[in-house]
């Protein structure tokens, strides 16, 4: 399994990235797609997850600000960060885990940095 994430890096507070995850090695359609994110000297955290047949959930921190998608064509899940805060500066990771398991696999991750 290959989870390739890209897109991060420097913006405004206020500004957009859009984040996408290129998954490799799995039968992508049945996997629930989602991202994380670590912050300097913090726990990784739940940011959005969109499962094997598109339903959405958010965390609390980002709802209304961040999108998650997915394009089975593709084998890419993406996330849209809109009106980015500094507080959402982290590196984020791309996570795959298929509907029938709780197995998880994830990418190497990609650095946003929020700043004012």
């Known amino acids: 399994v290959q989870l390739q994430a890209s897109g991060g890096g420097l913006v405004q507070a206020g500004g957009s990235l859009r984040l996408s995850c290129a998954a490799s090695?799995?039968?992508?359609?049945?996997?629930?797609m989602a991202w994380y994110r670590q912050a300097p000297g913090k726990q990784r955290e739940f940011v959005a997850r969109?499962?094997?047949?598109?339903?959405?959930t958010y965390a609390d921190s980002v709802k209304g600000r961040f999108t998650i998608s997915r394009d089975n064509a593709k084998n890419t899940v993406y996330l849209q960060m809109d009106r980015l805060k500094l507080e959402d500066t982290a590196v984020y990771y791309c996570?795959?885990?298929?509907?029938?398991?709780?197995?998880?696999?994830w990418g190497q991750g990609t650095l946003v940095t929020v700043s004012s």
């Open positions: 969109i499962t094997f047949k598109s339903a959405t």
């Open positions: 090695g799995i039968t992508f359609s049945v996997h629930h």
């Open positions: 996570n795959a885990r298929p509907y029938y398991t709780t197995t998880d696999s």
